[in-house]
């Protein structure tokens, strides 16, 4: 049972550390292009078979 006395604040903390990188992602604008996905999908230069030479 003392255990959970570490246990609690070290998964708070790390739950505290996801969520702020989460915040920097967010800020940082790591998610914003909504534009290309929508029109990468349409091209050919993602094709899954390998370009012959």
């Known amino acids: 049972m003392d255990v959970l006395v570490y246990l609690i604040p070290v998964s708070l903390f790390l739950g505290g550390l996801g969520l702020a990188a989460f915040f920097w992602a967010l ?17 050919g230069d993602y094709d899954d078979a390998p370009k012959e030479d």
């Open 27 to 43: 800020r940082s604008r790591q998610f914003d292009d909504p534009e290309g996905d929508s029109r990468r999908i349409l091209t």
